[in-house]
């Protein structure tokens, strides 16, 4: 069993950060002003909108046996991919991801994990933390793309390895 870290980069720090701190505000608000509601927006909305992201946030990668597990906080929200499944790995160029857009899903929060779409790449599924190390799978089945971003690519060969 090999594990690859997935930790935040610079951006996905200063917007998690900046929503903790839009919360935190709030709450101080509510704590100083009167009447004690008026913060009240500005508290819960950040903290449902961290609640309903942190669980799908993505930790680590894990190659175990003949699996690829994208481990989120969540332990029940892993992602499990058969490596069987995996037609190719590749570490796409920068310039794959220009003019990409989220078309449902986070784009920093946490990391970038969702939906999202580019006129290179077509549509494709991110489980990333970062905007660098970006490793390509195709998927058999429909040829589904899925982006990671390990803090090692090497990574990318051991799939390729693993899926020959």
């Given at each position: 069993?090999?594990?690859?870290?997935?930790?935040?980069?610079?951006?996905s720090?200063?917007?998690?950060?900046?929503?903790?701190?839009?919360?935190?505000?709030?709450?101080?608000?509510?704590?100083?002003?009167?009447?004690?509601?008026?913060g009240?927006?500005?508290?819960?909305?950040?903290?449902?909108?961290?609640?309903?992201t942190?669980?799908?946030?993505?930790?680590?990668?894990?190659?175990?046996?003949?699996?690829?597990?994208?481990?989120?906080?969540?332990?029940?929200?892993?992602?499990?991919?058969?490596?069987?499944?995996?037609?190719?790995?590749?570490?796409?160029?920068?310039?794959?991801?220009?003019?990409?857009?989220?078309?449902?899903?986070?784009?920093?929060?946490?990391?970038?994990?969702?939906?999202?779409?580019?006129?290179?790449?077509?549509?494709?599924?991110?489980?990333?933390?970062?905007?660098?190390?970006?490793?390509?799978?195709?998927?058999?089945?429909?040829?589904?793309?899925?982006?990671?971003?390990?803090?090692?690519?090497?990574?990318?060969?051991?799939?390729?390895?693993?899926?020959?």
């Amino acid at each position: 069993m090999e594990n690859y870290k997935a930790s935040l980069d610079t951006f996905s720090k200063t917007i998690t950060g900046f929503v903790f701190l839009m919360a935190l505000g709030g709450i101080s608000m509510m704590a100083s002003i009167q009447p004690w509601y008026s913060g009240l927006a500005i508290t819960v909305v950040p903290l449902i909108v961290l609640a309903a992201t942190y669980p799908y946030s993505v930790k680590s990668y894990q190659i175990a046996g003949d699996t690829l597990i994208i481990k989120r906080a969540f332990q029940r929200l892993d992602k499990e991919i058969p490596l069987s499944e995996i037609e190719s790995v590749t570490i796409p160029d920068k310039s794959g991801f220009n003019w990409t857009i989220r078309t449902f899903g986070d784009g920093g929060l946490f990391g970038y994990y969702g939906l999202f779409a580019n006129p290179k790449l077509g549509s494709f599924r991110a489980y990333a933390t970062r905007r660098s190390n970006r490793i390509l799978l195709v998927l058999k089945s429909q040829k589904e793309k899925i982006v990671l971003s390990p803090d090692d690519v090497g990574m990318a060969d051991v799939l390729q390895k693993l899926i020959k």
